[in-house]
């Protein structure tokens, strides 16, 4: 079987070229560097703090669908680079910077489906129900715990 049959199955994110689909491994590899594939990112995780000049960051990879910012010093301000994730589906939070005013910017998620601000405790629980019941599209939430 060639490689990338069973890379298929391994790598979804990765749009395989038709043309390497029956190739060897390394006819595969020598086609592959003349034609390079776009890599695309489907998630991205950072449990270590994330400095708000870093946010901008993410208008270079636009094509994320899950973000975990969790121990960050993320701003309500800073917040609105996450802006330019436009297939955005689940969004976890975790920031003691974050205060209610950070939801207007979630509002702006359309593709929204999950959000987790479990670890924010500066955004109240109210505030964050209300902010939901707005977004008729979020199927899984998860509130601030109490201070």
């Known amino acids: 079987m060639a490689f990338f049959q069973a890379a298929g199955r391994l790598f979804p994110a990765i749009n ?21 594939t776009q890599e695309q990112w489907e998630g991205l995780t950072l449990v270590r703090p994330i400095a708000e000049s870093d946010l ?12 975990c910012l969790m121990g960050g010093d993320v701003s309500d301000r800073g ?14 939070l975790y920031s003691n910077q974050l205060t209610d005013a950070c939801l207007e910017t979630i509002r702006q998620m359309p593709s929204l489906r999950t959000l987790d601000m479990q670890d924010s405790r500066r ?3 109210s505030a964050f129900e209300d902010a939901v019941r707005s977004l008729p599209q979020i199927e899984t939430s998860y509130a601030p715990l109490p201070p």
Not at 16 to 36: C, G, K, Q, T
Request: include cysteine.
């Open 56 to 67: 901008p960051r993410f208008e270079h990879v636009n094509e994320l669908q899950r973000v």
């Open 79 to 92: 917040l609105k680079h996450l802006l330019w994730l436009k297939q955005l589906e689940c969004l976890v």
């Open 16 to 36: 395989i070229p038709r043309e390497v689909r029956d190739m060897s491994v390394e006819e595969a590899n020598e086609y592959l560097r003349i034609h390079p």
């Open 123 to 125: 955004v109240s629980r």
